[in-house]
């Protein structure tokens, strides 16, 4: 997200020093209403990919997150004071779910027969569309990407709003599925306060 108002900001403090840290723009009303219309137009396309190429960007995804897991390790120690050992656990975790959804979500969501007597009839799972992700802090990258691996596997887009103590992580998560080439705006982190409230356009 680029644009964003220039006065207000998230300010991170280390909870166990109490140091000031990294301080983020804080996105305006008018920016998250863009980065949801965004999602909606990347999942227009998203949804029509194939499962083998949702499985290839997944499968990246996991590989961004192994390569990047001292340094989002360390994010979550300065953030909200995971410890390095949990941090990497945590996002070895992450990938994790990456992988398995990536070689399981078609057949989770494969189309199934079901038996009516003189009918013919299945079951089967569509993409609904953006995923708005309300995530806590105390698990800052599991609680999304348990949330973000299958709804994306599923041809969704999503909106992350993430808690307040946390805005590089949240940051951070976009950032490894835009490196592992996740078509841009499918995924998105806003930083807005909770009590924010856009009005649909």
Same mark, same amino acid.
């Given at each position: 997200?680029?644009?964003?108002?220039?006065?207000?900001?998230?300010?991170?403090?280390?909870?166990?020093?109490?140091?000031?840290?990294?301080?983020?723009?804080?996105?305006?009303?008018?920016?998250?209403?863009?980065?949801?219309?965004?999602?909606?137009?990347?999942?227009?396309?998203?949804?029509?990919?194939?499962?083998?190429?949702?499985?290839?960007?997944?499968? !990246?995804?996991?590989?961004?997150?192994?390569?990047?897991?001292?340094?989002?390790?360390?994010?979550?120690?300065?953030?909200?004071?995971?410890?390095?050992?949990?941090?990497?656990?945590?996002?070895?975790?992450?990938? !994790?779910?990456?992988?398995?959804?990536?070689?399981?979500?078609?057949?989770?969501?494969?189309?199934? !027969?079901?038996?009516?007597?003189?009918?013919?009839?299945?079951?089967?799972?569509?993409?609904?569309?953006?995923?708005?992700?309300?995530?806590?802090?105390?698990?800052?990258?599991?609680?999304?990407?348990?949330?973000?691996?299958?709804?994306?596997?599923?041809?969704?887009?999503?909106?992350?709003?993430?808690? !307040?103590?946390?805005?590089?992580?949240?940051?951070?998560?976009?950032?490894?599925?835009?490196?592992?080439?996740?078509?841009?705006?499918?995924?998105?982190?806003?930083?807005?306060?909770?009590?924010?409230?856009?009005?649909?356009?």
């Amino acid at each position: 997200m680029n644009e964003s108002n220039d006065k207000a900001t998230f300010a991170t403090v280390n909870p166990a020093t109490l140091a000031r840290g990294t301080s983020y723009p804080e996105h305006s009303v008018q920016d998250a209403a863009r980065a949801v219309a965004r999602a909606a137009e990347a999942q227009k396309h998203w949804r029509r990919t194939s499962f083998d190429e949702r499985t290839r960007l997944m499968r !990246s995804a996991a590989a961004v997150l192994k390569a990047r897991r001292d340094e989002l390790a360390a994010l979550m120690t300065n953030e909200m004071g995971k410890t390095l050992t949990d941090g990497r656990a945590e996002i070895d975790k992450c990938a !994790s779910a990456c992988e398995h959804f990536a070689a399981h979500a078609a057949g989770y969501l494969a189309r199934q !027969s079901v038996a009516i007597e003189g009918a013919k009839a299945f079951v089967t799972y569509n993409p609904l569309g953006v995923v708005l992700a309300v995530m806590p802090w105390n698990f800052p990258f599991w609680q999304v990407f348990r949330f973000a691996a299958p709804a994306l596997m599923a041809g969704n887009g999503g909106v992350l709003k993430h808690a !307040s103590n946390v805005p590089g992580c949240a940051l951070a998560i976009e950032s490894v599925f835009r490196e592992a080439g996740i078509p841009e705006g499918l995924f998105a982190t806003v930083l807005v306060r909770s009590p924010a409230r856009c009005s649909r356009a």
